[in-house]
């Protein structure tokens, strides 16, 4: 049975807010999901999720397949007399997007949006600058501290409030960053039969602000082998040439040498590349050295890491864009790889 | 004069339902408009919408070759009546495809005064042989570097992304077709709404309040209503419409600046409010103290917003249309002018709408007579 | 040399500024009124021809622009110059060192003031008009304030086939209305072509041409800057590649039916037709639509290169692909 990318859930997970720290309720929807195929399973003090089979069998190398649970947004700081709110980033967002961008704020998800004062009334000399966050206020209605507070908290998350949907051919949705890597494990899982080999998945937290989550896990497992489902950049915009698209739409899967936070395991990632090309499914290899997975953490507990990126555009942003052939791609080659452990050392090389 | 007029009340859905089965109240219709097309130049969308809605609850229905759309409410009884005009523009700021770029990419260029400052990363759609839906594109961050985050891009560096493969994309859109910002509406606190649009589909709901509030109700006056277009490409739609209905008088409604961090707070009028009626050299005072009356006699809130020259509204262009028209104008508070975060109250629409409707019934043919001033002879009015 | 080719250049060497556009009024009344069956001029000088159509045809108005930018006398100095002030889009740095024309004939060289470290021509307080006299009364023998004058340059045809000349703006789009008047079945829509005068200074021939002829559909026939001189990513208006229908410019949004009627001419004259969006010209269908809004207009542009300078550069075919299509909608279709 192959593998098959559930597109409904893959939307449900990627509407679900979830922002660092703020991961329950993506969490619960994929606990409920996996329940069936559990062997062992637990919750860590950060939150992660963790499953794992025949972790302390000593039948071979453990490997854990780890994806983040977690996505970029916003966090209220504070309630201005007025009752707009103040915020700021979690994780890494271009701030040019955030101005009249629409919100679903608070574990209620109500409207909002982030006021900007009117061009018009602008100074002529900054009207072609990006406004800071600190200036910027998110605008829910309210006509003053009190109605605000009756809804909203500080500390209460934000999150862009875009729909996923298609996008012509493509597939649009917040939080594609890591959904999609979740997806992609849970569809190898559910088309695998029951793990024989040590194996153990995590759904890590707080990925975006610092890899918290993976350090934990990776602390308390000990893995010999982690593979990270990622998402990375590909900027195939007109007038991106060559290495600087780092990946492009449609060509399956990619595969990292390198990147801002470890060197990958070469001898894993052969494998990948190996399964791949013995099954005929398309990837490509990220044509850049940058951004940070939970990968590093990781290696800093001697595991060998090897990372696969669904190619993204527009990530961090509310409507990052994917090709969902890539992400189908992607779960096969995750479900061959796995299939085919375990893996001689002949072909490690 | 209270029981001559009586009091104007505010309908509310279940009334209107039952009583002569139109659909729509005034915030109902104002969600339909702000998901209907109608960048400026392409209002038809949004006309056929309210030639449909306002075609219930008015006498006549006219329009012109530029897309300007009016009913007619006549005046009771055979005597000449005056011709009165509530205006209300009808387009909205969005953009228009000026290139088809292999990939699935579109460049465009704005129709309007769009901020490009609340574009990026913006969901659009476009109205091809079908609407297409996109996405404004944006570089990721190991393309830019510190200083070039600070700065917005100019909107010939931006792209579209439709996700559609080219030959796709060559069949459903062309340069030349039009689209606009695919952002709400979103029911904030408070009776508050949040969307792209609201500049000035928020003024055409009043007037659609002003109208539902009318019926059953007899004028002295023969009173258009006026949903008119391309104002923000530079006013062009009311000076045809003034030049063809030549009213003695006519109120213009738009959105103005309500008042929020950022904005200088003597420019600004609060949101909840009430209207905001503009006072200033070219604005009529006669036609604002009838506008002032009839809020006090009503109880409407009602503030006041100075303007020493050109109001960069439809009132600008009116006045001078057709021979001299006393023109005043109520403005709707709204934040975040021209970008998709903008908001209203919509108490502050409904009141202009109740005022309006008061004020209708006012401007009667002795009231009209006294615009102008004749010194000598008896001929007839120009 | 084609027809369109000769008819160009001969319309490029007309002396015509904006309100002294005698010599080219006479001319196109020459060589237009056999085609029509109604002359007359209103008070700006404007030129009216109109065919009778069918009956029930479509009314139909072209305006067409035939002056061009120059420069017009403001005072004449004890030295026997003039000094002078534009009309319409004519810089100093183009106007600089060129000969001008007047409509009697006369020619004068444009010379500037200029100091040794100041290359550039200023503004116009910097030009005057040299005639080679010596003094005011000599001078005005000549030339009188409020005279005006054009660029004088004699049209070619390049290598390539296009002609260089100047002036195309106005010319090349009467150029083809006469070729389309000259071509057009009798009997089709009732039409009236104008010719209108002042419109280098801000269409204001347009207001008073659409207030006397009622039209259902209203066609401004002019120049469009093509691609390769503009900076934003805006048209994309190549020479030789059909004449241009203008969706939006800086004082139009081009009526839909306008639009389609101008696209089904062109695909039922089988000539290419170029899309501008975004073009930085001002089409005289916009203030036709600010005027009454009675009649959808739309607007038609030939490609020019170089507009506004002493050298714009126009292809024949392009203004035959223009008539053709122009052809079209005079005979009713």
Known sequence: MTPRIDTEWLAELCDLPGVSGDEGRVRDRVWERVRPLAQEAWIDPLGSLVLTWNWRSGAGPRLVLAAHLDEVGLIVTGITPEGLLCFECVGGIDARILPGCPLRVGRRGIPGTVALPPIHLTPHDRRDRAADVEDLRIDIGADGTEQAQRVVSPGDRAVFASRAAPLGRLFKAKALDDRAGVVAIVAALEALPRPQLPLAVAFTVQEEIGTRGAAAVAESLGADAAVILETTTAADLPEVTGRRRVTRLGAGPALTAQDAGMIAGRSWTATLARAALEAGIPFQWKEAAAGGTDGARFQGEAAEVAVVSLPCRYLHAPCSAMDPGDLDAEARLLWVWLSRRPWKEADRA | ?382 | MTPAAELLCALSDLIGPSGHEGPVRARLREWAAPFADAVREDALGSLFLQRRGAPGARRLLLLVPMDEPGLVVTHIDERGRAAVAPLGPLSPAVAAGRRVRFGSGVAAAVGARRSEEDRSPGGFDKLHLDLGLRSRDEAEGVVRVGDAAALDVRAEILPGGPVCGKALGSRAACAAALLALRGAAAGGAEATVAFLAQSAVGHRGVRPAVARVPADLIVSVGAVATSDAQKDAGADVRLGAGPVVVVQDRGLIASAPAVDALAAAAAAAGVPLQVAVGDPGSAAAGPALMAAAGAPAGALGIPVRHLHTAAEVCHPADVEAAAALLMQLLAGG
């Not at chain 2, 262009?317 to 109520?330: I, S, T, W």
């Open chain 2, 1 to 382: 004069m209270e029981e001559r007029r009586g009091c104007v009340r505010i309908p509310r859905h279940a009334e209107i339902g039952g009583e002569c089965g139109l659909a729509l109240d005034g915030r109902a219709l104002l969600r339909e408009l702000l998901t209907a097309g109608g960048p400026s130049g392409a209002e038809g969308a949004a006309t056929d919408l309210l030639r449909r809605e306002w075609g219930l609850l008015a006498d006549e229905v006219g329009g012109d070759a530029l897309g300007n759309l009016w009913v007619c409410r006549r005046a009771r009884g055979g005597r000449p009546a005056p011709t009165v005009a509530f205006a209300a523009h009808v387009d909205v700021i969005g953009l228009i495809v000026t290139r088809i770029l292999p990939g699935g990419f579109l460049r465009f260029a704005p129709v309007g005064g769009l901020d490009l400052r609340s574009l990026l990363s913006r969901e659009v759609v476009l109205f091809g042989r079908r609407p297409v839906p996109a996405v404004v594109a944006t570089l990721p961050p190991h393309l830019t570097t510190a200083e070039g985050r600070r700065r917005i891009p100019p909107v010939d560096e931006l792209v579209l992304d439709t996700g559609l493969p080219d030959d796709e994309l060559a069949g459903a859109v062309r340069p030349g077709d039009r689209g606009r910002l695919a952002v709400g509406p979103a029911d904030l606190l408070g009776g508050r709404l949040c969307g792209a649009g609201l500049d000035n589909r928020a003024g055409v709901a009043a007037l659609h309040e002003t109208l539902l509030a009318l019926r059953g109700h007899d004028l002295p006056c023969d009173l258009h209503v006026v949903a008119n277009v391309q104002e923000e490409v530079g006013l062009r739609g009311i000076g045809p419409v003034g030049r063809r209905l030549r009213p003695a008088a006519a109120v213009v409604v738009d959105v103005g600046f309500a008042a929020q961090p950022g904005a200088p707070a003597h420019l600004t009028a609060a949101a909840g409010g009430g209207p905001a009626l503009a006072v200033g050299p070219a604005l009529h005072e006669g036609l604002g103290a009838l506008l002032r009356g009839e809020a006090d006699r009503l109880g409407i809130p009602l503030q006041r917003e100075v303007v020493a020259g050109n109001s960069s509204t439809d009132a600008w262009a009116l006045q001078v249309a057709a021979g001299g028209v006393a023109v005043g104008l109520l403005s709707v508070p709204l934040r975040s002018m021209h970008t998709p975060g903008e908001t209203v109250d919509y108490a502050d629409v409904a009141h202009t709408g109740a005022l309006l409707a008061s004020a209708a019934q006012a401007m009667d043919p002795a009231w009209a007579g006294r615009l102008v001033t004749r010194l000598a002879g008896g001929g007839e009015e120009p």
